[in-house]
């Protein structure tokens, strides 16, 4: 994806990542993890995040592999986007997915891809058992009006509900800063959302049954 609010815009190409990054082998990373076994207790574990960790689907799913025969639970930090998602379901009984809006359209033409795919993960993870944290970045002017809230709720009330948490982030720059580092413009304007739409957006949800959280 090519949210213009993103973090870690580094991921998003190759040529932006610095000489700081280390590779590491599938069997170099899975020792470092073994070794940090003893500090994953009340069922602790790993999650992948990114950038995309589905980006490099086949050495997750092979190292979930390994991770779920040492008894290791392992999780990612996903945006949804990949289409090879639910192979990495049965390693897991946790996931978390951003979902950034409910509206096909607005979706693509912000993040630069469809939500399709996004909603399907979302609902074939719930459908196998998986506890699922849905994640929604709410902006100012793309997706924090009440008209969104109704929007994001009737996609939510459409679904089965069952194991699905739902945790609202509110707009932040803690990326701009890497944006302009890579000689690039970061075309947020007044993201900022009220406390009071925040709010009402977890109010709302609650009154529809769904559960949400804060992390």
Known sequence: MRCPWCSNPEGMHIKYLNNKQIVMTIDEMYEEIIQCKRLFFDGGGVTFTGGEATLQLDQLKELFALLKAADINA??????????????????????IDFKHYDE??????TGLSNKIVKANIEKAIASGLRALVRIPLINGFNA???????????????????????????????????????????????????????????????AGIKVIKT
Do not use: A, C
């Open 75 to 96: 999780t990612i930090e996903t945006n949804g986007s990949s289409e090879r998602l639910r192979e990495l379901f049965p390693y897991m009984n946790f996931i978390i």
């Open 105 to 110: 359209k607005l979706h693509k033409k912000h």
């Open 145 to 207: 009006s009440e008209e969104d809230i109704e929007g994001f709720l009737t996609y939510f009330k459409s679904i089965n509900k069952n194991n699905l948490n739902v945790e609202f982030l509110k707009y932040h720059e803690y990326g701009k800063d890497k944006w302009l580092k890579t000689s690039r413009d970061y075309r947020v304007e007044n993201g900022f959302i009220s406390n009071q739409i925040y709010r009402e957006f977890i109010l709302r949800f609650k009154k």
